[in-house]
């Protein structure tokens, strides 16, 4: 079946202008999580999205960012006032939150988003 | 904290050998799950492998085995009869109960595969 979907696959925009990450998760997967990986590093946690839950935005470094996930499926990621250190890869992943395979995590192909 | 340590930042292997790829994690929460995911140069994460924290046996799929030392907080990942496909970035990442089932990650491990 279809996996993960993100678009665009690369944005490039200029400082200080607002940008829209899109993700489309695996039908019936109930959990979704956007990272972000800096060139060379390990991912670091934005969101997490779990059925109608409120999202946990522990991981949000500023209030530039924000995201939403609309019927429980899609979910778009915004960063306002785009700046210099926003350029990295959104990735985007979605669970199961039952059974053995609750634990593994489906990555999208990612974003790669450069700030001019 | 939770934390995730990969010492290796590069490593080079000869095709065919196994290899070792190192893992260390801290948390205090005995419940917890252990992952390797590996990132080609096409950028997307593949998962590879899961250790619970209770389970008995050590996890092994396919070529891959998680050597999981609990009492040293260790969960290497082991490749045996390594391929030229095998060459990516390697990451270790922790789930514990905290932090709704978001993952704590390594900084990876470059491995690559010499003909």
């Known amino acids: 079946g279809a996996g993960v979907s993100q678009s665009p696959s690369n944005k490039v925009t200029e400082k200080g202008k607002d940008v829209e990450l899109r993700c489309d998760p695996i039908?019936?997967?109930?959990?979704l999580y956007w990272y972000r990986q800096s060139l060379g590093q390990g991912l670091e946690f934005l969101i997490y999205f779990q059925g109608n839950s409120a999202p946990d935005k522990s991981g949000l470094p500023s209030d530039r960012f924000s995201a939403e996930r609309t019927g429980g499926s899609v979910s778009t990621l915004t960063i306002q006032r785009t700046q210099q250190e926003d350029s990295a890869v959104y990735l985007c992943a979605s669970s199961v939150t039952s059974g053995r395979n609750f634990y593994e995590q489906y990555f999208g192909p990612g974003t790669r988003l450069t700030v001019t | 904290a939770q934390k995730i340590t990969q010492t290796q930042p590069g490593m080079f292997v000869q095709e065919k050998e196994a290899v070792t790829l190192d893992c260390t994690y801290d948390?205090?929460?005995?419940?917890?799950?252990l992952f390797w995911y590996k990132q080609p140069s096409s950028g997307e994460m593949i998962f590879l492998i899961y250790?619970?924290?209770?389970d008995q046996q050590n996890a092994t799929e396919g070529r891959y085995s998680l050597n999981f030392q609990k009492a040293r907080k260790s969960a290497n990942l082991v490749i045996s009869a390594s391929q030229l496909g095998d060459s990516a970035m390697y990451f270790c990442a922790m789930r514990d109960r905290r932090g709704n089932y978001q993952l704590i990650w390594g900084a990876g491990t470059k491995l690559i595969i010499k003909p």
């Open positions: 948390t205090s929460d005995p419940s917890y799950g």
């Open positions: 250790q619970g924290s209770y």
């Open positions: 039908s019936g997967h109930t959990a």
